[in-house]
C-alpha cells in the first residue's frame, strides 16, 4: 500500500528546505537559523552524520524521514523544552493520518514513539541563545519509514519500520507534508491552552503508563511505577523510597 501527502496540505505560514544530502538537518539547521524569517522545515534525502540523543548516532537509509523544525519561539528554555511534547504529538497524529488510524503508536518518555511496542521515531531539540532567551529552536524528526537499524542498543526497544510493520509506503517528503499539518495544529493548541492540553494527550498515549519501568542517567538507575507527566514535563515514578520527578534519563521498559 502507498500513500501520500499534497502541497496543499503544506501550512501556508511556514517554509522548507529539501536537500539531497547533509551531515545533519539539525547542524543544517544551526547553519541556516540567523537567516529564517518563518518556521521552516529542513529536509534531507540522506544524512551522513545523523545523531541521536546524548550524541548517539542515528541510523538514516535512504527513505526514511530526517528533518528538522527551526523555530523561534517565545517565552523561557523550561516552556520552549516543552515542545518535545508537541512534536511528539504530532508525529503520533501523523502516523494515525497514515495509517488510518491502524497500529498501535505510543508515546516513550522524553521523545521516541513506538509502533506496536517498537522504536519507530526518535525526536532531538537542540537549541542556542544568551541571556536566558533563544535564539531559535530546531526540533529534529526521524522516522524509519522504510527500513529500521539492524543494530539496537543492549536494553533498548528493539526498532521497527512503517513499511515493515504495516505494509504501508510513504516517500520522505509526502510524510514530511503530513507531519508539518499535524504539527501546526499542535503548535497552535500549545500557543492557545499551554502545556496542560497536551499533557492530557500525551499522557492518553503514553507507552508503559502505570507500569514498571527503570529511568537511568549516567550511572544512577530509578526503577518505579511510571505514574504521570507533571506539570514541567518531568518523569514521575512511585518507587520504594517514595514518589521521584526526574527531568532528564533514559527509559527502559
Sequence with gaps: MSTSGTSEDWPQDHDRILLAQV????????RRAPDLA????IMAQRQTRGRGRRGRAWSDPEGNLAATLVLRPEGPPAR??????VAALALGDALGVVTGGRGGVTLKWPN??????????????ESAGAGGRLSHLAIGFGVNLSHAPDQVEPGAVAPVSLRGETGIAIDPESFLTVLASCYAA???????????????????????????????????ETRGRFETVDEDGNLVLSTATGRRAIAAADVFF
Design 38 to 41: 518563518r518556521p521552516t522545515w
Design 80 to 85: 520552549v523544552a516543552l515542545r518535545s511534547f
Design 186 to 220: 499542535r503548535e497552535a493548541q500549545f500557543a492557545a491552552g499551554g502545556f496542560a492540553p497536551i499533557r492530557a494527550a500525551w499522557l492518553a498515549r503514553a507507552a508503559r503508563l502505570g507500569q514498571e519501568i527503570t529511568a537511568r542517567t549516567g550511572a544512577a
Design 112 to 125: 521516541d514513539v513506538l509502533l506496536n511496542g517498537r522504536k519507530l521515531a526518535g525526536i532531538l531539540l
Design 23 to 30: 551531515d545533519s538537518t539539525n547542524a543544517e539547521a544551526a
